[in-house]
């Protein structure tokens, strides 16, 4: 959890307003919440190296040297990130790490970085390199765990920037703690709706050796006289509980000085935080069901899976989405999830509203507005009723029941 410069800043930024946002995500409690990380992503050095190929600081827009201003960070309990590249430049056309991996993790360190978002531009010719993505992922892995040996330090945390494109999921937890699975997000629903499909079908390779890294939060990005940017309201709190839940990177990349309270408010969700940052479950949640007529399992980039589950710490997590532009009531059997016991009633809580909304029996419904969301957790209270005083019948789901002669129980 942290935050990263580019979608609000691009190339410019610098001391002055990294400050600011350090000082706006203390004075808003976002360090407390666990934001507690800046990454200066691409464009903080010099554009050319040394003659000895080290890395330059750029003493115009950072003044007090790389050093002074990362132990300013640290004083206000902000540790921070560097971005590189394993090609020959860096997106944005500064010096990539490839050729100098030892010697930029040093620069790294001796700057005070000790978190490393590692990009994927500008690569070598294929004769140079002589490998494929992972291979020259694997150069800098190797000499991060190579730095850590030799100075008997903590391994540089290793964030794989590789857009999704050859299946990160894969092979990403072989090398660093988490891997992009898409390309760069944008703050329209269109653009989270297909992140989110995507994540429908990698959501497996999240666990506590690494994270499907979903990209930045675009919560607060202020544009048309929108306190939420391109998102509304509801929006935003879809992509926060999405990215929260399936236990994604959380990386505001906001103007905080420009974005509403309502904004950051959504961002300190304590109840979600806890989730994506279990201390004991490290699965992310998954899809039971497509919803909206549609078959499971199918890709749809407009409108994804819409009833998600998955264990925690604190109870059993349901997400239900609404991907539809008009309200929609979401009707679901508690036993659709995994998670859940049979013949055992359940309370029911909010994690949006913050409130105990009562027991539950076998099935509820939930009513969300267009691109609206409901994060709930349950917990066991006991055995449910005999269904008999209840009439109700006696499954959830009657074609799963058989009589102890092997008849199937008909509802």
Known sequence: MGYNTFNAFGCDYNEENLLAMAHSMVDEGLVD???STIIFDDCFTKKERNVNGELLEDLERFPSSMRNLTDKLKDLGISASAYSDAGYKTCAGYPGSYGHEKQDLQTFSDWGFDYLKYDNCYIPFDNITQENV???YARMAEAIAARAAEENEAP??????EWG????WIWGKRLGHSWRINGDIKPWWSTLAAIIDNASFQYWATDFYGHNDMDILEVGNTGQG?????????????HFTAWALLKSPLFISTNLTNSSAEAREILKNHDLIKINQDPNVGESIAPFRW???????????????QYWSGNSSYGVVFMLLNTLDTPQDMFFNLTESWAIRSGRLYDVYDMWAHTNNGTVLRNMTVTLPPHGVAALLLNEVGPEPDPTTL???????????SWSNGTYYSN
């Open 33 to 35: 919440a666990g934001y």
């Open 134 to 136: 992972y291979g020259r």
């Open 156 to 161: 540089f945390w290793f964030s794989i920037c």
């Open 165 to 168: 494109w050859q299946q990160p």
């Open 226 to 238: 929108n306190p939420i940017g391109n998102l509304t309201i509801d929006e935003a709190k879809s």
């Open 291 to 305: 919803g909206n007529d549609q078959p499971d399992f199918v890709s749809n980039t407009t409108h994804p899976a």
């Open 391 to 401: 009439a109700l019948p006696y499954c959830a789901i009657y074609w799963q029941c």
